[in-house]
């Protein structure tokens, strides 16, 4: 009996994102099968259990020898080995370095070595990433901050130009290797209630006005390190807090501004009282940044010297953005104040951390 067997014959790669995902996630090829199973494929597909189980160690196998071009990925797109098309290469670069926010919380600020590493197990169990996934986004986190740190220019499109990440995910990296250089500390109990996002958006904002390349985009280590000639003017503020008579216009000013929005909330007495601790707090935050140590607690001394004491007199986002606002603009209009450059380049990203920190 003659038997016709239509055979189809292409180097072109086909992959699953769902399988990929499973073996992103760290599921082993049995779990991976499992949770397809669970998924319909056996129906979908009107497939074996063998099958789908010979399926998805073939496309594991590939994935596993992929790998070792995702850590470069500019070598995909010129390698022969593998037929994959551009599309296809971008969604696998774009999900390999996808991380779980919930997982680079907990590194976020860490030094990227061996002795974090080392962490993985607790850190895994705590939040429930597979060990191995934890293992692939902190090696991509060290991978980053190695290419990137010796680089000139722009620490975003370095990192977007050298990885093929989106702009986004790019920007997350650029957060990630920000907190990394300077050791800010996040882990604090009181801290524990800002998501990786918000810590995110802190990061870019310090980026884009108070490192080096916010003012000169031609020197090295330009987004990474903080720039050290404006910590050194900041300590200029302090005649705010300092000088009774520019201490008195600021109080008159301000007030003069909030009379009738906030002092009708919360009383002329208790707004003043208010003002007092949080002027002294934050002029002291920003004097106090060219210690090393005081730069590594910036978050928590937000936290302690202004969100926690606006909280405690029940202060709403609104309330405490109008508060901001114009505590800022009223030293613009003190006579003999000669740091305005510096007060608003400060005072710009405070105000934008707070604003994003405020909140349960």
Known sequence: MAVELDVFVGNTIIMSEEVYQLWLDGYTVNDAVKVRMEGGVLDEFDAKVDVVLSDTMDQYR?????ERLLHSPTKLANQLLFQIPPHRQATLIERYY????????????????????????????????????????????????????????????????????????????????????????????????LTFQDLAFCAGQLINNWTV??????????DVDLDKDFLQELK??????????????????????????????????????RWRLISRGLVNIATKLTNTKDVRDFFID???????????????????????????????????????????????????????????
């Open 236 to 273: 200029e503020l302090k005649v705010l807090i300092t000088d009774k008579d520019l201490l008195d216009q600021h109080k008159r000013y301000k007030h003069l501004c909030l009379d009738g929005k906030l002092s009708t909330l919360f009383g002329k007495q208790r707004l003043l009282m």
């Open 62 to 66: 590939t994935f596993q020898m992929c």
């Open 98 to 193: 996808a991380f779980d926010d919930v997982f680079v919380r907990e590194v976020l600020g860490k030094k990227l070595s061996k002795g974090t590493k080392k962490d993985l197990d607790d850190i895994s169990a705590k939040t429930g990433v597979m060990l191995k996934s934890c293992r692939r986004q902190f090696d991509n986190f060290k991978r980053v901050f190695k290419v990137v740190e010796e680089l000139k220019g722009p620490l975003v499109e370095n990192i977007r130009q050298h990885f093929l990440l989106s702009d986004k995910l790019a920007r997350d990296y650029a957060a990630i290797v920000f907190f990394a250089n300077n050791r800010f500390e996040t882990g604090k109990r009181k801290l524990q209630y």
């Open 302 to 360: 937000l936290v302690e010297k202004f969100i926690e004491p606006c909280r405690s007199d029940h202060w709403t986002a609104a309330d405490m953005k109008l508060y901001l606002t114009h505590y800022t603009n009223s030293a613009h209009i003190l006579d003999t104040f000669k740091y305005q450059v510096v007060w608003d380049r400060y005072m710009g990203v405070i105000k934008s951390c707070i604003f994003k920190m405020y909140h349960d």
């Open 213 to 222: 390349g916010a003012v000169d985009n031609m020197v090295e280590d330009m």
